[in-house]
Every structure is written in structure tokens, then in C-alpha cells.
């Protein structure tokens, strides 16, 4: 009975839920109930703006993506990592009583996101290692599944642990959960790669002379660029251009890079030349083989276009409810209606491109996904009225148990087809992934991913204010379109294509 109990837990079916529950815990805890705990904690709006910061190692995690492939193994890394997060929640716990350890609960989470960012680093690459190109696309599902039920569990069972007890217990309960999760994945997942070289040997190089100049040059970077953005020419051009002040800083470091990445595939076959004899070139090697393929051009504009309308949608559909003063029947749409509608739209995506692959559900999933938009537009234009009235009064007048009926029925296809597109944008981003550099491959890609989704956030407000609802989600439908034309002329759709020239 044992034997076959242990067999059971070794299965995808399982190991996928738990590991990407480990992945989006620790995110929800770190980047959205660190705003909640910051001002219960009576931290002014300026401080619990700054927790914004703690999402800076998502954005930067392409950095070490690498040496999360070369050293050790994703499941080395995975668990040590998560046992650190365990440690790290459950220190932050005994902190919350003591007078003035907020300063430093702010420093550990800071800390942890560095941890954290990682742990998705290995997650992903682990994913990556014991599953085939169908396996992937099969498992899809869970892994989405999983990770919003994960953010559920922090927001919905933490916080009201926290708020019916302490924040000391609901911080304990989340370390201790994950000390649960660290124990099943240290003595349970499967090992499914050889070490190229021990994490020990990280320690030893990083202090030769080159590391150490790295670590100088950025340092200094971080200096300047903290500089430019407090000398009075761009506080003055702040105010010239406004929708500057909307881009946050991990918006600027995902266009950075964007940047680089072009200059690389612009100069890939000289820096390739120079790289070719170097053994010890793994780091470079990472970032080169990624831009180093046939229509690399094509496969950076679609990652980056490819959810532009949905994100532009996202960032304007919670306003959009309030508006229409349906703020008190938010809770129960977006948790009773859009998580299990979402989640069924990621287990029916994943399940489709296995059975049908990503050629051929790749069009259909993406016009779904987008055609929300349009439906929002359908829905501004038919409760206009009460759009009208209800926007900014303190009394509002109820739009009815039909319109009601209607918006949740919008925001569950909403999230459904957002279910379906990101299983393909998933599945996609790992076909672009070489087998040496699966880890590093998938952290640039998903930071490529989020640099629309910064702009996108930053033009929504303005355009909506400006515009009105109905036309603005007209307008991110057109926006929209060029992501699902790419689709026409983007490689990768076959598994068993290769990704390399």
C-alpha cells in the first residue's frame, strides 16, 4: 500500500499542482497581501506604494536564469528555495509584535522575492525537463489551475486568517504550508536531470574578479539610473509627457530589455564569433542562443503582442464593474464565477492542444481570447445609462437581476477564453526554449511577455477616460489584431520542429 501510495505522488498529476501552487504562493504573499499587511500595520500609502518594488525580481529573474541551468538541478534549486520561504514566512511571523520589526518584515520580503523569483525560475525549467512537448501541453491546465488556487488560498484563507486571529498566525500558517510543500517535493519529485556543475560552486566564482566587477558596474548603474529619475529634467518632463509617471520601474527595466535583445539579434553573428571558443561562456551563450534562430524578429513581435488586447481589457474591466456600481457584487463574479470558469478554460486549453496541437488550436484559442473585447464594447454600449448615473455616485442605482445575470455571464467567458489563451501563450513560450536552456529561456520570454502588459496598463486609463468604456474596449480589440495576424508567419507550432538554425 505504501509502495503504491508513493507511486501516486510521483505522478505529473499531482507534482504539477503542487509545485506551481509553490510557485504562486509565495508571490501572492510577497506582491499582493504585503499591501494589505503594510497598511494594517498603519504604514502610510507612500510606503505601501513602495511594495510595488518587491515585483522587481520577476522582471530582472532573466539575469540568473542561467545559473539556475548550469548549477545544480531544478529540483535542487526548487526545494532549497523553498525552504527558505518556509523559513523566511515563519521569521517574518515572530516579527509582527515586535515594535519596529515592520522595517525589517519589509527587508524580508524584499528578500523573499529575490527567493521566490528564482523558485519560478526552477519550477518552470523542472516542468520543462520531466515532460515532452505533449506532456506540456497536456499538463498545461493543472499548472494554471494550480496557480489560482494558490492565489486564492493566500488572499482568501491567509488574509482571513490574519484578520480573524493575527497576522503573526497567518504568516506561521503560510510558512508552514510551504515547509509542507518542501518536505513532499525534497523526498517525493522525481529527479529528472544530472547536475552539470554543484550550486556550491556558485559561491566560489562569485568571488573571482569578474563577478565582483559585474556586481561594481551594476551597482553603479543603479546609482545613475536612480539619479536621472530625481534630476529635474525628467521630473520636468514628467510633467511635459504625463503618461511617463505611469511606467514603473519594472516597466522601464522590461523595455531595457527589449532593448538589448534587439541589439543582440542585431549583433548576434559577431558576439556569437566571439563566444564560439569560449567554454566558460554559458551565461552569454543563453541570451545569444535565444535570439540566434531563423524569423527571431517574428517570435520576439508575437510574444510581445500576442495579449495586448487582453491586457488592456484586464486593466480596465475592475473599473469598469465599480462603474456601473456592481462594487459590492465584485467579490463573488470574479472568486464563484471567473476563478472556476478560468480554471476550467486552462485544464479545456491544455487538454485541446495535446489532443489537437498548437497549430491547429493556436487561431481559434487567440480569437476567442480577444473576442471578450468586443463583447465588453456590446456590454458598455447596452448599460450605458447606468454607467452615467452610477459612475462616481455614492448612492448607486442597481442595474437589475438580468444585467447582473449578464455581466457575470461576460466575466465568466472572459475568463474562460483568458484560460484558453494562456495555455497557448504557455505552451508556446516553451517551444521557444532550447533543451541546454530551458530555465533561462522561459525567464526571457516571460519577461518579454509582461512588457506589453506594462505599456498596455499605462495608455488604458487614459485612452478609457478619454474615450469612454464602449470605445475603448473596441479599441483593444484592434489592438488585438496585429498579435493574431503574427500568428500567420510565427515558427514553433510543431512539437516536434526544432527551434534552432
Known amino acids: ?153 493566500g488572499t482568501g484563507i491567509i488574509v482571513t486568517i490574519s484578520a480573524m486571529t493575527s497576522w503573526m498566525i497567518g504568516f506561521l500558517v503560510a510558512g508552514l504550508l510551504l515547509l509542507l510543500l518542501f518536505f513532499y517535493h525534497f523526498f517525493l519529485l522525481p529527479e529528472v536531470e544530472k547536475q552539470k556543475y554543484s550550486i556550491t560552486e556558485i559561491i566560489k566564482n562569485s568571488f573571482r574578479i569578474k563577478p565582483l566587477l559585474v556586481v561594481f558596474i551594476l551597482i553603479i548603474c543603479t546609482v545613475f539610473i536612480r539619479w536621472i529619475f530625481s534630476c529635474s529634467f525628467f521630473q520636468g518632463l514628467e510633467e511635459k509627457v504625463p503618461v511617463i509617471k505611469r511606467i514603473s520601474i ?45 524569423k527571431i524578429g517574428v517570435i520576439l513581435t508575437f510574444i510581445i503582442l500576442l495579449r495586448t488586447g487582453e491586457f488592456m481589457l484586464s486593466s480596465m474591466s475592475s473599473a469598469f464593474m465599480v462603474d456601473l456600481g456592481l462594487k459590492i457584487h465584485y467579490g463573488w463574479i470574479s472568486g464563484a464565477i471567473g476563478l472556476p470558469f478560468s480554471i476550467i478554460g486552462a485544464i479545456t486549453g491544455g487538454w485541446a492542444i495535446s489532443k489537437y496541437s498548437l497549430k491547429r488550436t493556436l487561431w481559434p484559442f487567440l480569437l476567442a481570447q480577444n473576442i471578450t473585447n468586443l463583447i465588453y464594447m456590446l456590454l458598455a454600449l447596452f448599460l450605458n445609462n447606468y454607467l452615467t448615473i452610477n459612475t462616481g455616485a455614492e448612492n448607486t442605482v442597481s442595474i437589475g437581476n438580468f444585467n447582473l445575470f449578464l455581466v457575470a455571464s461576460v466575466n465568466g467567458f472572459d475568463q474562460f477564453a483568458g484560460g484558453l489563451g494562456t495555455s497557448v501563450l504557455m505552451t508556446y513560450l516553451m517551444r521557444t526554449c532550447l533543451p541546454e536552456f530551458k530555465a533561462a529561456h522561459y525567464a526571457i520570454g516571460s519577461g518579454l511577455m509582461n512588457i506589453c502588459g506594462v505599456l498596455s496598463g499605462v495608455v488604458s486609463g487614459f485612452l478609457a477616460e478619454w474615450l469612454g468604456y464602449s470605445l475603448f474596449f473596441g479599441i483593444s480589440f484592434l489592438a488585438s489584431v496585429p498579435g493574431m495576424i503574427m500568428i500567420f508567419f510565427i515558427p514553433l507550432l510543431e512539437a516536434e520542429e526544432t527551434i534552432h538554425k
Open 250 to 294: 519594472s516597466g522601464w527595466i522590461g523595455i531595457a530589455l527589449l532593448l538589448a535583445l534587439t541589439l543582440l539579434a542585431i549583433l548576434k553573428n559577431k558576439i556569437s564569433r566571439i563566444l564560439i571558443n569560449n567554454e566558460n561562456s554559458f551565461y552569454s551563450r543563453a541570451f545569444i542562443s535565444y535570439i540566434d534562430r531563423e
Open 1 to 153: 500500500m505504501k509502495h503504491f501510495n508513493k507511486n501516486i505522488l510521483k505522478k505529473p498529476h499531482i507534482w504539477c499542482f503542487s509545485t506551481y501552487f509553490a510557485e504562486g504562493f509565495p508571490y501572492t504573499i510577497i506582491r499582493i497581501i504585503s499591501s494589505v499587511f503594510f497598511r494594517d500595520m498603519k504604514a502610510n500609502l507612500e510606503a505601501v506604494g513602495l511594495t510595488s518594488l518587491f515585483g522587481l525580481p520577476w522582471v530582472l529573474k532573466f539575469l540568473w536564469g542561467p545559473q539556475v541551468d548550469q548549477y545544480g538541478t531544478k529540483k535542487k534549486w526548487m526545494t532549497l528555495m523553498q525552504f527558505f520561504l518556509a523559513l523566511l514566512f515563519i521569521s517574518v511571523a515572530f516579527l509582527v509584535p515586535i515594535h519596529g520589526g515592520i522595517k525589517v518584515i519589509a527587508l524580508l520580503f524584499f528578500i523573499g522575492s529575490i527567493i521566490a523569483a528564482t523558485n519560478d525560475i526552477a519550477i518552470d525549467g523542472y516542468y520543462m525537463e520531466a515532460l515532452d512537448k505533449n506532456g506540456q501541453a497536456k499538463f498545461v491546465g493543472y499548472r494554471t489551475m494550480a496557480y489560482r488556487i494558490s492565489m486564492m488560498t
